[in-house]
């Protein structure tokens, strides 16, 4: 069973960088576009960024552009998120997941989620 796996999570503080990884179980991430979400607390889970299967196609929310990079490493089936210039309101939980569509911006569109790495900026 493919199982996608974040890690990478922490405490910053505002101003700082991280980056996120999500490693694929099996050999799902050169087939699948693959994408972040993130939950903050009371709120609905929401779309950051996503991928192409082969890299080439990138989308991310209006919240992160320009801060956040989305690139994957079909070889190591590992897909990543760097996040620059953090602020307090990226504290969430962030989420990976895998999609058979194209370029999905939407939870419904993805087959695959992985259990989540919280980040939480401070002030």
């Known amino acids: 069973q493919v199982q996608l796996v974040e890690s990478g999570g922490g405490l910053v503080k505002a101003g700082d960088s991280l980056r996120l990884s999500c490693a694929a179980s099996g050999r799902i991430v050169s087939s699948y576009a693959m994408g972040w979400f993130r939950q903050a607390p009371g709120k609905e889970r929401e779309f950051v960024a996503t991928?192409?299967?082969?890299?080439?196609?990138?989308y991310y929310a209006d919240s992160v552009k320009g801060r956040f990079t989305i690139s994957r490493d079909n070889a190591k089936n590992t897909m990543y998120l760097q996040m620059n210039t953090l602020k307090p309101e990226d504290t969430a939980v962030y989420y990976c997941?895998?999609?058979?569509?194209?370029?999905?911006?939407?939870?419904?569109?993805?087959?695959?989620w992985g259990q989540g790495t919280q980040v939480t900026v401070s002030s």
């Open positions: 991928i192409s299967s082969n890299g080439g196609t990138t």
């Open positions: 997941a895998a999609s058979r569509r194209v370029i999905p911006t939407r939870e419904r569109e993805y087959d695959l």
